[in-house]
């Protein structure tokens, strides 16, 4: 029988900044001027772990947080209760409610169905209000004093579908949110979400509900200058070999040598999050040289051009260049696919 106690050390792993996010939350906080900032740490806290986030953002003041399901809202209640606001946004279903009236966290009503069943819970909740994405949230037209009769509403939210673009769609949503509340008697108001907080105060109202920049996303110029990266990716050189002019490298030949070069083949691949669109576009770093990826990602390796880098040897460790905006650039793939999609055999050393 193995032995359970012997450590494995990873191959690959997240190095995390936690003094990064923080200064990211107040960052974000900052901008929301007389709003509050709270946190969405849905999907595992964006990939990079639920409970380190919470209790980073805790120590910090943040004071809502923001989750899928109640899965996720159980996974941090310990850490949250009697400290901070957890609202579920996808809502209570019937299935739901042997556990969620006894939680302190709170649902987010999306359907009249949803109101109708959490009507006799004598609990808060949150409410969202469909201004034109068309995904979760009663329509407005659907909202009034009857619908809402008995409920102890905390949050009155929509969510904006287009912030991270100029366009009709924002200004369009913020009227509708704005004219629904009317019929909505509610403690507090949020609408905007990272990119929305760089719309301006109009989009601000009582809470915003950051996410993606929180974790070193910039869906917007105005925050390119005041996020910081909070993930990189590391892995280690398993192998190092030397290609000759016309060795083909990897699945389906997708890289041949043109001349004779040494590679270095990565413990690291499209399991771990680091997905195809990559292959011979992504970057390696070490010491600011640049190693680029040649050939196709496989599922647990990576070949990268070790020109730059002729003293690597095996054992040794690469810096990916995971800055999110450039990482999406290179792959194809959106900063949310990036980082909430990094895999669980990843290492996460938060420092």
Known sequence: MSDQTIPIPATAQIKLDGAALVANWHALDRMSGTAKAGAAVKANGYGLGAREVVGHLLAAGCEDFFVANWQEAREIEGLTVGKASVSVLNGVREADMRFAVQSPAKPVLNTIEQVARWRNSGRKCDLMINSGMNRLGINVGDLGSDLLAGLKIDIAMSHLASADEDGPQNSDQLARYKAALANVPCSRTSLANSAGIALGSDYHFDLTRPGLSLYGGIQRQELAERIQPVAMLQAEILQIRML????????????????????GILGMGYADGYLRGFSNRGIFLYKGMKLPVLGRVSMDLIAIDL????????GDWVDCDFDLRAASAQSGLSQYELITGLGQRLFRNWA
């Open 244 to 263: 000759e002019s016309g060795d083909r490298l990897g699945y389906n030949a997708q890289y041949i040598a043109q001349r004779s070069h040494p590679v």
């Open 307 to 314: 020109s730059q880098a002729a003293d690597r040897r095996e």
